[in-house]
């Protein structure tokens, strides 16, 4: 079992937050997620998800913490890393060692409810992660054998237990704003979204929720860069 490092960071209302490494973001919630929590990340096809789940982790392996990220969409390891190695803060020493990578993809197909929690239970409890990514939640609505509202409430309290703060991401539909079922269960969420504005379609990022936080609200534009991944556009503040 790794040994977990944690720099805690509490705040005057004596909850410990874990920064996103997002810049522009951690100034919008206080200094960054509640920890413990889940926090569900909404956005459709191409609005710099995936992205954003890797600059989380990597802030924390640059830390010291240990992550842990479960793909749903049966991507092979090699695969994933060609995608993440574009960006100039990855390391890829951190992958197989402070990140490590568990494909749910084909788990999901021959297994119940129970039996995904307790594999992914088995995952966690080997990895001990500060920091936890679910990419994309939503694909196992559509193919859990059970019911999925109960298996998110299971799985998000659990989470919660296991003393990580858990990034989910959410597919939807341009125009939607999340996935109804998973929003009840979670303690944040942040809308990633291309909109029209004068003609161009733009990146921007919302906090819709966050508990605990006092967090600034409204559309920010953001940009998707080789460099930080993810910025928010301070021009906007
Ligand atoms: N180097 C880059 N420079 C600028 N923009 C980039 C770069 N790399 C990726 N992007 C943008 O990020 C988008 C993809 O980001 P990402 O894969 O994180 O999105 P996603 O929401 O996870 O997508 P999906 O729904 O396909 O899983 C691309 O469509 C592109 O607009
Ligand atoms: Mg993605």
Request: net charge neutral.
């Amino acid at each position: 079992m790794t040994e977990r490092k944690f720099e805690e960071r509490p705040k005057r209302d004596g909850l410990v937050r874990l920064q996103t490494g997002i810049p522009g973001l951690d100034e919008m919630i206080e200094g960054g997620f509640p920890f413990p929590s889940v926090v569900l990340l909404s956005g459709s096809a191409g609005t710099g998800k995936t992205t954003f789940c890797l600059k989380y982790l990597c802030e924390g392996a640059k830390k010291g913490e240990q992550g842990l990220y479960f793909t749903t969409l049966s991507e092979p390891t090699q695969w994933m890393l060609r995608y993440a190695s574009q960006f100039d803060f990855i390391n890829k020493d951190y992958f197989g060692d402070q990140i490590r990578y568990m494909d749910l993809g084909n788990m999901m197909r021959e297994m119940d409810a129970s039996q995904l929690l307790a594999a992914m239970e088995e995952k966690i409890a080997e990895v001990m992660p500060q920091r936890i990514v679910i990419d994309p939640i939503t694909v196992v609505g559509g193919m859990l054998k059970g019911d999925y509202r109960l298996f998110l409430f299971d799985l998000f309290n659990r989470l919660k237990n296991w003393n990580a703060t858990t990034l989910v991401t959410g597919e939807v539909n341009p125009g939607e704003l999340y996935p109804a079922d998973v929003s009840y269960a979670v303690d944040g969420i942040i809308l990633v979204m291309l909109s029209e504005e004068a003609g161009a379609r733009r990146k921007y990022l919302e906090v819709l929720k966050m508990r605990g936080t006092n967090h600034q609200t409204g559309k920010q534009s953001i940009d998707i860069t080789r460099t930080e991944g993810i910025v928010v556009l301070k021009a906007r503040f």
